[in-house]
């Protein structure tokens, strides 16, 4: 149980970042002051290195060990547990696509709109909420 409450603990914080994140990226591609610009710069590195990706990580630490002390052998044959695995491989995608925008913000090459970002933001959402139901209801 510790595995999964560790687990549980670092995806929430990775999630955490992965909401708000793209957040900042609408208000960044919004701002038009250097001073707000910077501001972003700084909020948006420190959110991707210092909380998401070491949120990240353990997530994935967590949840291989999980896998491969016991989830496989109880579940590996289920298919909610391959569907989960291939989301959790979209949501890898899109936090790279995240840090990408974020050198781009740093380098002032950001080459989208607020609104661009705004239904970026929604993806994270989706994802939750298939990863949820999949792991709690299990439902194939």
Known sequence: ??????HLIFMVTWFA????LPRLFVYH????????????????RKLFYGIMTPGAILTLLFGVWMLFDYAWEAYG???WLHAKMALIGILLLYHVLC????????????KHSHVYYRWFNEVPV?????IIILASVKPF
């Open 17 to 20: 970042g992965l909401f708000y």
């Open 99 to 110: 840090e990408k925008f974020v050198r781009d913000f740093k380098a002032d090459q950001n």
């Open 29 to 44: 591609a919004m701002s038009d002051d250097a001073v707000s610009n910077e501001r972003f710069k700084i909020m948006e």
């Open 77 to 79: 044959n289920s298919t």
């Open 1 to 6: 149980m510790w595995l999964k409450a560790l």
């Open 126 to 130: 989706l994802i939750l909420v298939a």
